[in-house]
């Protein structure tokens, strides 16, 4: 297999389709539950690939492994703002590794209607990301004699819910399938450098600050003001912002009580998300920032949209603007 440096992809955002889990029990006055809220709740995941195997796959996932499946071509190096740097075909679909699979030696364990799930992508065209070790791919002979492409020894394979360039759906499904960092390994992005003594309170902190406009409300451990979405549900516990929304409306990450000053721990709680991270939940209510909140004390995203609102000690929406 002919190896060449290619060049780098242009950054992609992240679409992550959120899962709804148990939270709470009743929702309180001035939050109130959506009709058919309780219908909203995913049935659980199915076996090891997932609650989308062997169903609902994208046209021409269904075919054999090895059969017209399309090979990776110049891979590419994407950014993503969950992942980090995740490796992507030259039509910048995502490409995935499997854990059930080995990479000493490489073996495929992904046969059937796995393989309709999941695409095998054949050996034989790939060449390397520009800043990727040539010597990580190489190959893997199937049960059906056809050749899969490796990285560090790892098969490599395409998702059928993917079904544009950069989407990112088949991460952590079943947990046990993983977008590929350019080095082989699970993509995963890294930790922020610690901040240095005396530069205030870490941001894994939530606390209450007063505004004159808001009164109390919750903000972060940085003071950036802390917001809940309209559309979003408690029961079940469930984000509806996806895509360019999570770009635009960061999740805050799970804060451990003890770091939690002055807020409410009725509901006090995690969301799971698909693409492997976790969000907190205040009163069962996923919580985020907004980029545009430059710096700590503003409230630029109080009432944008007419469905994005200030947090209140209690976990409730903030309406005064």
Same mark, same amino acid.
């Given at each position: 297999m002919g190896i060449k440096r290619g060049t780098t992809l242009a950054a992609?955002?992240?679409?992550? %389709?959120?899962?709804?889990?148990?939270?709470?029990g009743d929702d309180k006055a001035g939050d109130a539950k959506p009709a058919g !809220?309780?219908?909203?709740?995913? +049935?659980?995941? !199915?076996?090891?690939?997932?609650?989308?195997?062997? %169903?609902?796959? %994208? +046209?021409? +996932?269904?075919?054999?492994?090895?059969?017209?499946?399309?090979?990776?071509?110049? @891979?590419?190096?994407?950014?993503?703002?969950? @992942?980090?740097? #995740?490796?992507?075909?030259?039509?910048? *679909?995502?490409?995935?590794? *499997?854990?059930k699979d080995t990479a000493k030696p490489p073996k495929s364990n992904c046969e059937g209607d796995c393989a309709k799930t999941w695409p095998v992508v054949p050996a034989g065209d790939a060449t390397a990301a520009a800043g990727m070790d040539p010597a990580l791919l190489g190959e893997v002979v199937r049960t059906d004699g056809s050749k899969q492409l490796t990285v560090a020894g790892w098969p490599v394979y395409r998702f059928s819910k993917d079904t544009k360039a950069g989407e990112t759906n088949g991460q952590g499904v079943g947990g046990t399938w993983f977008a590929f960092a350019p080095d082989g390994k699970k993509a995963a992005k890294a930790a922020p450098a610690p901040a240095p003594a005396g530069a205030g309170q870490a941001s894994g902190a939530l606390t209450v600050a007063k505004d004159p406009k808001l009164g109390e409300h919750i903000v972060d451990g940085n003071g950036m003001t802390v917001y809940r979405f309209k559309k979003d549900t408690a029961w079940p516990m469930a984000s509806n912002c996806t895509g360019d929304c999570v +770009? &635009?409306?960061?999740?805050?990450?799970?804060?451990?009580?003890?770091?939690? &000053?002055? #807020?409410?721990?009725?509901g006090y709680s995690v969301l799971d998300r698909p693409d492997g991270k976790k969000q907190q939940a205040i009163d069962c209510w996923p919580v985020y920032t907004f980029t545009g909140d430059k710096k700590a004390g503003d409230i630029n995203g109080q009432g944008v949209g007419g469905t994005w609102y200030a947090v209140s000690p209690d976990g409730k929406l903030i309406t005064t603007s």
């Open positions: 992609v955002a992240v679409v992550v %389709a959120l899962t709804a889990t148990a939270c709470g !809220a309780a219908s909203q709740a995913p +049935a659980s995941g !199915a076996g090891d690939y997932g609650s989308d195997y062997g %169903a609902g796959t %994208a +046209a021409g +996932a269904g075919t054999a492994a090895g059969a017209d499946s399309k090979g990776a071509g110049q @891979l590419a190096v994407a950014q993503n703002e969950q @992942l980090g740097s #995740i490796l992507a075909d030259s039509a910048g *679909f995502t490409l995935y590794r *499997f854990d +770009a &635009k409306w960061p999740v805050v990450p799970p804060v451990d009580k003890a770091n939690a &000053k002055g #807020i409410v721990e009725k």
